[in-house]
């Protein structure tokens, strides 16, 4: 039989926690910011007025995105951390039963009930609170909870996002500042999702056309509200 050579698999599972607070953030930052002074510009304010609602939008948009980040995924943490101490305090005082529990995980994805014991044994001689982590509470190095680094990356990404659509204002001449808003975030969400995808390994049309979607009906709510409401007053 002839060799074949085999390709490494690849997977992006280890992206999952810094890849959704980024996209999460710089995709925030563009819409709420391109929204936000679409709607400004809507209502007839002026163009200083427009950019000074864009800069304190990026300012707020960011804290805020970084105090949520931080908030929730601490909670996810500290729902974990007292899921390994429980963990922790059961195997020191019943590591029979425990061991008889992990065995029955096994048992349960396809091994015989003598392999699961033997492989039960020797995760746990190697390292029970890891093994029980892992296959019991699906606690894993690569998808823990790390509330710093999601903070950080949310408010960056969502910096980065606004400041793209109040950069377009900054340079729009007046007449073409709403389409080149709106124009010019369209088209960067629709790369963001695209670049997403392709990052996480999905598929990046769907991903495109997704957020692309929820932008364009953002702002063009937003705009009408500022239209509303700069007609009234």
């Given amino acids: 039989m002839p060799h074949t050579r085999h390709t490494p698999e690849v997977h992006h599972a280890h992206r999952a926690g810094w890849l959704r607070a980024a996209v999460l953030g710089a995709n925030d930052g563009i819409v709420s910011t391109a929204s936000l002074m679409l709607g400004v510009a809507a209502a007839d304010a002026g163009h200083s007025?427009?950019?000074i609602a864009g800069v304190a939008g990026l300012v707020a948009?960011?804290?805020?995105m970084a105090a949520g980040e931080y908030v929730s995924v601490?909670?996810?943490?500290?729902?974990?951390?007292a899921d390994l101490r429980r963990e922790r305090a059961e195997l020191d005082a019943h590591p029979i039963y425990e061991h008889q529990e992990l065995a029955a995980i096994y048992v349960k994805r396809g091994l015989s009930p003598t392999l699961a014991d033997?492989?039960?044994h020797q995760l746990m001689d190697h390292d029970a609170l890891g093994a029980h982590a892992r296959d019991e509470l699906g606690i894993t190095d690569t998808l823990s909870a790390r509330p710093v680094q999601?903070?950080?990356?949310?408010?960056?990404?969502?910096?980065?996002?606004?400041?793209?659509?109040?950069?377009?204002?900054i340079v729009a001449p007046a007449p073409w500042l709403?389409?080149?808003?709106?124009?010019?975030?369209l088209v960067v969400l629709a790369a963001l999702g695209t670049l997403a995808a392709r990052a996480g390994g999905a598929p990046m049309l769907r991903a495109a056309v997704r957020v692309t979607f929820w932008g364009a009906l953002a702002m063009?709510?937003?705009a009408a509200v500022g239209r509303l409401f700069g007609t009234a007053l």
């Avoid at 601490?74 to 951390?81: C, G, L, M, P, V």
């Avoid at 950080?152 to 204002?169: R, W």
């Fill in 118 to 120: 033997q492989v039960a």
């Fill in 220 to 222: 063009t709510l937003t």
């Fill in 150 to 169: 999601a903070a950080l990356t949310s408010a960056a990404t969502f910096a980065v996002g606004a400041a793209l659509p109040l950069a377009a204002a």
């Fill in 74 to 81: 601490s909670s996810q943490a500290d729902t974990e951390q």
């Fill in 178 to 185: 709403v389409p080149t808003v709106s124009g010019t975030s």
């Fill in 61 to 64: 948009g960011a804290m805020s």
């Fill in 49 to 51: 007025a427009l950019l």
